[in-house]
């Protein structure tokens, strides 16, 4: 069994910080518009109501990538099927 070390674990982890980032802030637009009538920040809500979706599955992917770079295929691929799900489930409606 390879020993990973924590500087690659945070290699690794690292492109999953912005993306992160950038969704709070969408989450926090969200948060802050949920009755709104006016049309542009319904425009405003919509858009990070879709950011935040598209972002959830691209840190899911990249939490998959950056599992199996430090040898652990088998959470990797839980990580895949939860993406997979969520994609599945999103067509569907």
Do not use: K, Q
């Amino acid at each position: 069994m390879n020993v990973v070390t924590d500087t690659e674990i945070l290699v690794a982890l690292a492109p999953l910080h912005s993306l992160v980032a950038e969704r709070a802030a969408m989450a926090r637009v969200v948060a802050r518009l949920p009755r709104t009538a006016d049309p542009r920040e319904l425009a405003e809500y919509s858009r990070c109501g879709n950011r935040m979706a598209a972002l959830d599955t691209e840190i899911l992917r990249t939490a998959a990538e950056a599992l199996r770079g430090i040898g652990l295929s088998h959470a990797a691929w839980a990580v895949e099927a939860v993406a997979d799900n969520r994609l599945g489930s999103r067509s569907t409606r």
